[in-house]
C-alpha cells in the first residue's frame, strides 16, 4: 500500500534555531502534500498545502516565514521551522493523496523546543 | 458512558459492547468523509469513508452514517476490542480543488476490559 514516510520521528532543539522536518512518498507520486500541527489532547489542524514546483498555500494564521515549505520533486516536501520557540513545540504531520481522494499520513514528528 | 474532558470527548465502552462515536461536521458543501483512529504519538490511521451520496456504509466491524440535513456523522463499531481503545477523528473534504481535509475535535475511545 500506498507508504508516507516522515522523518525524524522526533526532535530537540534550542530556542532559536531551525529544524527542518522531511515527508517522502515511498511508491507514489505526490504533487500535493499537506502539513498539520496537533497540540496534546487536541485535533490536527491544518497548516499548508504543499504544492510540488510552486509556492505552498497557508493556512489563515499561519506565518509562511516562520514555517518554510518547500516541495521540490513529486516524492519530497519539507517543512522548516525556523527560529523556533517553545510554543512551537507541537506534533507535525504530514499526508498525500496516492489515489483519488484518499489520504495517507505519515507517522508525524514530535518538536520539543528547549 | 460518555464524558467531556479537557479537550477531547471520552466514550468509556466494556470490551465486547458495540461503540458509537459522533462528529457534526462543518460545512454544508463537504462531500466526502473520512473516519481516522490515532493512536498515541503515531499519525492517523485510515477506518472508514463515505461520500455524500451516501447514507450508511459498512466494513469489517465498522459502519458510518452520514445525515446530512443535520450535518452528522457517526461511526459504529461493533463488539469493541482493547486494541480499538485509541482517539478518533472525523474528517472532511471540501468539494473543491484544494483536496483539504479538515479534521474534527476528536473522541477519545477507552475500552474496559
Known amino acids: 500500500g500506498a507508504v508516507v514516510s516522515q522523518h525524524p520521528s522526533w526532535v530537540i532543539c534550542k530556542s532559536g534555531t531551525s529544524v527542518k522536518i522531511e515527508c517522502r512518498s515511498l511508491?507514489?507520486?505526490?504533487?500535493?502534500m499537506f502539513w498539520y500541527r496537533q497540540f496534546p489532547k487536541q485535533s490536527l489542524m491544518l497548516m499548508a498545502t504543499s504544492n510540488e514546483g510552486s509556492k505552498a498555500t497557508y493556512e489563515q494564521g499561519v506565518e509562511k516565514d516562520k514555517f518554510l515549505i518547500n516541495h521540490a520533486s513529486l516524492t519530497l516536501s519539507t517543512l522548516t521551522v525556523t527560529s523556533a520557540h517553545p510554543e512551537d513545540s507541537s506534533f507535525y504531520i504530514c499526508s498525500a493523496m496516492p489515489q483519488g481522494p484518499r489520504y495517507t499520513f505519515g507517522s508525524g514528528t514530535r518538536l520539543t523546543v528547549v | 458512558g460518555e464524558s467531556v474532558g479537557l479537550h477531547l470527548p471520552t466514550l468509556s465502552v466494556q470490551e465486547g459492547d458495540n461503540s458509537i462515536i459522533n462528529c457534526a461536521y462543518s460545512n454544508s458543501a463537504s462531500d466526502y468523509f473520512i473516519w481516522y483512529k490515532q493512536e498515541s504519538g503515531k499519525g492517523p490511521q485510515f477506518i472508514i469513508d463515505?461520500?455524500?451520496?451516501?447514507d450508511k456504509r459498512q466494513g469489517q466491524r465498522v459502519t458510518v452514517l452520514l445525515n446530512k440535513t443535520v450535518k452528522h456523522l457517526s461511526l459504529q463499531i461493533a463488539a469493541t476490542q482493547p486494541g480499538d481503545s485509541a482517539v478518533y477523528f472525523c474528517?472532511?473534504?471540501?468539494?473543491?480543488?484544494?483536496?483539504?481535509?479538515?479534521f474534527g475535535s476528536g473522541t477519545r475511545l477507552l475500552v474496559r476490559p
Open positions: 474528517a472532511e473534504n471540501l468539494r473543491d480543488s484544494s483536496y483539504k481535509l479538515i
Open positions: 463515505i461520500r455524500s451520496n451516501m
Open positions: 511508491d507514489f507520486q505526490a504533487t500535493t
